[in-house]
């Protein structure tokens, strides 16, 4: 019997062979990524054609790119710059029922608010990851009402929402990490952070609705105009699945935490 080679059983070796275990990431990322950014919708045709197998599944993609998403947000948000950092307070915010909601149930609980407040918090950081998977399924609903007309699978819109939503948080973890490289290198000069952050803010939204507008054009086959007259409810029920998350996340921890008292 051949022995394995001292190297194999190097710290290296064993992290190169766990990567590829988990995330089975090989030569197929370079190609699927560059796909995904620069032809929008065009990774999903190719999915449904026989050469798919050349990109990385959109479910396996969506997940790689979540876990890093929420891996690096948090050493990249600043003050001045958060993506997916709700807190309590920023659910309830100018919401008098929520307040209320929360208020009842610490007094039920018979625990300060500030120990209620950082319990919500911390459940509410542990399941935002996760949560975020609803909006793909609330989206392909969208886009297979929209596109009724083409007669496509519920499962279709489905792949192209994953594809979709991965860009989303891939142009999110852009636009921060253009934010801290932009503001280290203009606290030379005399320019706000404030107005950095609302330039890329706007920049990231044209970037959104261009690659929206482009990927469903080419992946239902439409004209220009065709798809201008349905984008506005493409990109509401896109809005709409992001409020549901974000309401979703509220009560989910909300009732986690009911259960735990």
Excluded at 59 to 74: K, T
Excluded at 149 to 172: A, D, M, P, V
Excluded at 221 to 247: C, D, M, R
């Amino acid at each position: 019997m051949k022995s394995k080679k001292p190297d194999d059983l190097s710290f290296l070796s064993f992290l190169k062979h766990f990567v590829a275990e988990v995330f089975q990431i090989d030569s197929r990322i370079s190609r699927t990524l560059l796909t995904l950014l620069k032809e929008p919708g065009m990774l999903t045709v190719k999915y449904f054609s026989p050469s798919k197998n050349n990109y990385i599944p959109p479910v396996r993609l969506y997940f790689i790119i979540n876990f890093l998403f929420f891996l690096l947000i948090p050493v990249l948000s600043t003050p001045q710059f958060q993506v997916f950092s709700f807190n309590l307070k920023s659910l309830t915010a100018g919401n008098g029922t929520y307040q209320e909601i929360i208020n009842n149930q610490i007094n039920e609980s018979n625990v300060s608010a500030e120990i209620y407040e950082e319990r919500f918090n911390a459940h509410l950081k542990y399941n935002q990851p996760a949560m975020v998977f609803i909006i793909i399924p609330l989206f392909a609903l969208t886009l297979k009402l929209v596109f009724a007309n083409k007669k496509r699978f519920y499962l279709e819109h489905l792949f192209f929402s994953f594809h979709f939503l991965t860009f989303f948080l891939i142009g999110l973890l852009l636009a921060i990490s253009l934010y801290r490289f932009s503001i280290f290198i203009l606290k030379f000069f005399s320019v706000s952070a404030g107005s950095v952050a609302i330039v890329i803010l706007l920049s990231l939204l044209v970037w959104f609705l261009y690659y929206l507008f482009t990927s469903l054009k080419r992946f239902n086959k439409e004209s220009s105009l065709s798809t201008l007259l349905k984008f506005p409810f493409a990109f509401t029920g896109f809005v709409i699945s992001l409020a549901i998350y974000v309401q979703f996340l509220f009560f989910y921890t909300f009732i986690a935490l009911k259960w735990s008292y």
